[in-house]
């Protein structure tokens, strides 16, 4: 029995080794991007199919035919080139029928392929099939639907039109005059927030010197010259020149300030609510007009 089962190996050996096949290219003269050529292989064997890779992009086969001839096959493969250039065909791997048999695969090859088909070729090849997608709907439904939707953005607009020509103009809004706050009370704002600040205990300086600038802004628009950019002496000569009451009260306030930031004299705190109270009682008095 093993003499019998050695032998039946031997026989098969004898003819997978004698496999034999023929390959042969027809149409790859002057190829062309989409123009087919015929690939045709003769197998001394009978042949189920040819498995052809999923790597294959240069390539696309669109038709391969299998004819049984005697004891063997011939297969017919109908390929278009997708690129230019020289491209190289991989081998394919022949499948026998039946479950014994020997195992072949063709020979790689190359082909040329030119730029373009040529001028007189104007024949559109699919290379494939078309393919309908889900809910895909005919044609004429999507002229449809075009229609309605612009029969609907008409009607939108003409309702919109309609709803605009009813609102009345909105009346014109007048801007509210701003009346103008007197000096008197911008300084005494000022004094307040200087008094909150803290800076009478912190900075004895900069608090003399934000006094001293809260006179000198209040007399600057009071009065009408330039008492910010001005000394205590220029301030004393423009005041000599307009009938301002109270002015010999704010050039005292202005001297002391100058003592604090200028002399480096100490003061009490005391001292420095008085002023500060002083130059208060001062600008809520400050009804008087000057008289040029």
């Known amino acids: 029995m093993r003499r019998y089962g050695l032998s039946l190996l031997l026989i098969l050996a004898v003819c997978s080794l004698n496999a034999q096949l023929k390959q042969m290219l027809s149409g790859v003269d002057s190829l062309k991007v989409g123009t087919p050529f015929e690939l045709r292989i003769e197998t001394d064997f009978p042949l189920e199919a040819i498995e052809i890779p999923d790597t294959l992009t ?9 004819e049984r001839l005697g004891t063997g096959s011939v297969a017919r493969l109908n390929i278009v080139p997708l690129r230019t250039g020289t491209l190289s065909f991989p081998k394919l791997k022949l499948k026998r029928a039946g479950l014994l048999g020997p195992k072949a695969e063709t020979d790689a090859f190359r082909v040329f392929v030119l730029r373009s088909r040529a001028e007189a070729d104007t024949l559109l090849r699919d290379l494939k099939p078309l393919r309908r997608y889900p809910l895909q709907f005919p044609f004429y439904l999507y002229l449809v639907f075009l229609f309605a939707a612009v029969v609907l953005a008409v009607w939108l607009l003409l309702i919109a039109f309609k709803k605009e020509k009813k609102k009345a103009p909105s009346p014109v809004q007048k801007p509210i005059p ?10 005494l704002n000022a004094l307040e927030e200087l008094e909150q600040s803290g800076l009478m205990y912190r900075d004895s300086l900069g608090y003399h010197f934000r006094l001293s600038m809260i006179v000198r802004e209040y007399l600057e628009e009071k009065l009408g010259f330039g008492a910010t950019q001005m000394t205590n002496s220029e301030i004393a000569e423009s005041l000599s020149a307009i009938s301002f009451a109270p002015k010999r009260q704010y050039l005292n306030i202005l001297h002391y300030c100058d003592m604090v930031k200028f002399a480096k004299a100490q003061v009490e705190i005391e001292e420095v609510i008085s002023q500060t109270a002083a130059l208060r009682s001062l600008l809520m008095a400050g009804e008087t007009k000057a008289d040029v």
């Open 178 to 187: 701003i009346e103008p706050v007197p000096p008197h009370l911008k300084a």
């Open 58 to 66: 240069e390539f696309r086969v669109l038709e391969q035919k299998i």
